[in-house]
């Protein structure tokens, strides 16, 4: 069935590194895709959204790149902070507006 | 509240009891979701209202499940006759509309059934 997925369930960075976190999807007929960050004991936090006719977009220390060809969704955090530790998940939207989130990364920054 | 509101924030129940949960969404949101997630898990889709349009029920799991919005605004989501395997945490979000996927969540309910 449809399914939004993760490639790596952890990543650990060092402190100022780069950091980039992978999702595959598998419906080729969705239209937007969104990432979100959840920290512990809290509910997930938007962070940056892309439309499909786009392939790149960037916000603050976050860019989020889109490759449809082989349906591969990207975030890229820049000079990672340990604030940035969290689960990251990516989700899609087809028709209409259900949302369907995938499993999500444990992003560590280590100090 | 300047946020999405949930309620109770933890509630442990026993088998086969019933529990409500509640979420005060952002005020002017028009769609709202409610959403499950597992320990350790990704989110769960449930259900989602928006405006007066007749809600996506498909991701209920059971018929025990079912949610209602009342006056476009608060939402109850009732869980009958609850069993081990619905222990998680109930997140509810709400967004602007339909068009967005900028949803706001919850803080979620915690629930536990013994």
């Known amino acids: 069935g449809e399914s939004v997925g993760l490639h790596l369930p952890t990543l650990s960075v060092q402190e100022g590194d780069n950091s980039i976190i992978n999702c595959a999807y598998s419906?080729?007929?969705?239209?937007?895709f969104i990432w979100y960050k959840q920290e512990s004991g809290k509910g997930p936090q938007f962070i940056i959204d892309?439309?499909?006719?786009?392939d790149k977009r960037q916000g603050q220390r976050v860019t989020v790149l889109l490759n449809k060809t082989v349906k591969h969704l990207s975030l890229q955090i820049a000079a990672t902070q340990p604030g940035d530790s969290a689960v990251y998940f990516c989700?899609?939207?087809?028709?209409?507006?259900?949302?369907?989130f995938g499993e999500g990364t444990q992003l560590t920054v280590n100090p | 509240g300047a946020g999405v509101s949930q309620s109770p924030s933890n509630k442990v129940t026993e088998k086969g009891k019933d529990v409500e949960l509640r979420c005060d969404p952002i005020?002017?949101?028009?769609?709202l979701y409610w959403y499950r997630q597992s320990l350790g898990q990704g989110l769960e889709f449930l259900i989602y209202?928006?405006?007066?349009?007749?809600?996506?029920k498909s991701g209920l799991p059971s018929d025990r499940f079912s949610a209602e919005r009342t006056g476009g605004s608060v939402s109850t989501l009732t869980i009958q006759r609850t069993q081990q395997e619905d222990s998680a945490v109930y997140l509810c979000?709400?967004?602007?509309?339909?068009?967005?996927?900028?949803?706001?969540f919850g803080e979620g309910s915690r629930l536990t059934v013994l």
């Open positions: 892309i439309r499909s006719n786009m």
């Open positions: 989700a899609e939207r087809t028709s209409g507006s259900r949302l369907t």
């Open positions: 209202f928006q405006g007066n349009s007749a809600p996506d």
């Open positions: 005020s002017g949101h028009t769609a």
């Open positions: 419906n080729s007929a969705s239209d937007y």
């Open positions: 979000a709400s967004s602007l509309d339909w068009v967005t996927g900028e949803l706001f």
